[in-house]
């Protein structure tokens, strides 16, 4: 699975949980849930930035996002051990509440991360030789990305403004103010744009729940043993740092899942590769599959 | 004996330059490159927040000599289908050119002028400028051969891609050149520095245009970023070098070092007066002269060195800041935009000359 965004794995599969049992999750859960997936896009983006860059031969981004990124997994470790593989929340709520001294800390970050990713940007977005690899390199059209079910930053850059966060919203977003980017030219640079306007949103997301955080049990009342009933189903899909990521899951009136598939955005983006690299040079190929943001744990199930 | 061998031509003409130049390469431009290796790994550390070697002595300053000894340990693998002539040859094509044109360089100034007994240079001789272009050219071969030799697709790849890069840029780069061999009336390098403390200016500032495209071809020439495209790793794993390793490797990289400081030499020679100070005739600043060493010889070679200097930081700066050129990018800008300003400033400067 996607092993650069485990917490928006967790939401998603909790989600799915949840939504096929019943649990209402109290509000504080849901505000922390929404805090660990918003810093969990920024750190899957910054990867995504650092390998991008260096494909395209820029070394120094690699590092600036990799000190940014210390941080966020920094963070996720205060918070519930684990750096990488998180596992980080419940059915129901967290299997903990937030660490003292953690909100600060996290404050800390948001507030002086914007001024990062303009350093970023400071480098490559308006960099000339940048443009010249990535400006009408792999253009999706609106049409084909539809067709073949690309979600998250690669749809938006095609013109196609579906964020399954104003979508169907869950969790604490109904309550935060942010804007979706939406680029129409559907090629490299505009999926790098995305992906950089959406690190913005992230951090105001975050500073915005930080203010908003209630107080509260972390929890909701259930049973030891979640049973779902026989013949339930439910699809819950979130949107993750790399599109729509989503569970589909059956109950069989036992505790333990009749099935659970997996809707990966990964696995679904990579299809559209073909189309993107018709006409262009071998050496664009590296641009290309840089901005479709493939992590081969979805693709390679 | 000892007398007859002291007297014969064979030791003016051939024992003394050889002793020369052995001396300027093992006790000036080996050292010099080991440490811009370091330095380079040092700036882009800077650059990039972190460290850079710093383990082995003080500030990583014997790293150098520990990189030296593992290369030279290193097994030196000969690929079973290599042809194997040419895959021992193209290393030393690479290397041999480039360390020949430090026997022309001025890194001062002559005899006469330094008040010392000796010539701060190996030589001058009355084609200089054309001996560097001739011997920079012979460079391809190696990487060619290099390529075409190891039998794998990658160097093959990586050698054609070297092979037209370099061509391509030497083009303008010639061109670039011409501009202050007008405004010289000589090829001799220490003629062309002699004409710019008589002309009173750099050539840099007549000449900006021949400067600029001169740098650029000269980044490209020596497959540095942003045109380090036969050494593309996404695309090439490592170019023309894929197959080498050890000492054969390591005179590749010798070879690219040096080619660096040899193209920084000749820019700081035809551009940035050489062994001059800045503004060479303007009495305010004789202070830049460093008169109280007693030397001008050495206070040449300084300024000459603090040149190469920023010249190689840029460099390495570029690396750390630029992205990577896609190779038909490359050639265009090569050919649509190099070449036909280096003509048209070719052209505006003999124009001017005839004129005035």
Known sequence: ?301 | MLQALTESPVFEYVLVPAIKISLLLFAGVLPLITYLVLAERKILGFIQVRLGPNRVGPWGLLQPIADVMKLMVKEDILPERAIKWAFILAPCLVVGPAFVIFAVIPFGPPAAEAGSSFNWFVTDINVGVLFVVAMATIGVYGLLLGGWASNSKFSLLGGLRSAAQMISYEVPQGFAIVGPLILAESMSMVDIVEAQRTAGYWFIFPQFLAFFIYAVAGVAESNRNPFDLPEAESELVAGFHTEYSGMRFALFFLGEYANMIVISAVAVTLFLGGWLRPFPNVEALAFLDFGFLNSPGLVGLLWFSLKIFVFLFVYIWFRGTFPRYRFDQLMDLGWKWLIPLSLFNVFMTGLVKILR
């Open chain 1, 1 to 301: 699975m996607d092993y650069v965004a485990a917490a928006t794995n967790n939401l998603a599969y909790v989600g799915a949980v949840e939504k096929l049992v019943g649990l209402v999750v109290p509000p504080r859960a849901s505000f922390i849930r929404t805090i660990l997936a918003e810093l969990q896009r920024i750190s899957s983006h910054l990867l995504w930035l650092a390998t991008h860059a260096i494909d395209i031969g820029a070394m120094t981004p690699f590092f600036y996002c990799f000190r940014e990124r210390e941080l966020i997994l920094d963070l996720f470790e205060e918070y519930c051990g684990a750096r990488l593989t998180l596992n980080c929340m419940r059915p129901g709520g967290l299997p903990f509440d937030l660490p003292v001294g953690w909100e600060d800390r996290c404050r800390e970050f948001v507030s002086m991360f914007p001024e990062k990713i303009a350093e970023y940007e400071g480098l490559l977005t308006e960099n000339r030789i940048w443009k010249k690899r990535t400006v009408g390199i792999g253009v999706l059209s609106p049409e084909q990305a539809l067709d073949y079910g690309v979600t998250g930053p690669m749809l938006r850059a095609s013109g196609i403004g579906l964020d399954l966060r104003k979508a169907t919203p869950y969790e604490a977003y109904p309550e935060v103010e942010f804007e979706v980017p939406v680029y129409h030219n559907g090629d490299t640079y505009d999926r790098y744009l995305v992906r950089m306007k959406e690190m913005y949103e992230a951090a105001r997301i975050v500073v915005q729940c930080l203010d908003k955080l209630p107080e509260g049990p972390i929890m909701a009342k259930r049973p030891r043993v979640l049973k779902a009933q026989k013949d339930s189903e439910t699809y819950h899909a979130i949107e993750g740092p790399k599109g729509e990521i989503g569970f589909y899951i059956t109950g069989d009136g036992t505790p333990n899942p009749d099935r659970c598939h997996v809707r990966p955005p990964s696995f679904m983006n990579l299809q559209v590769l073909p189309e993107l690299c018709k006409g262009h040079l071998i050496a664009d190929l590296v641009a290309i599959l840089g901005t479709t943001d493939i992590v081969l744990g979805e693709v390679d199930r």
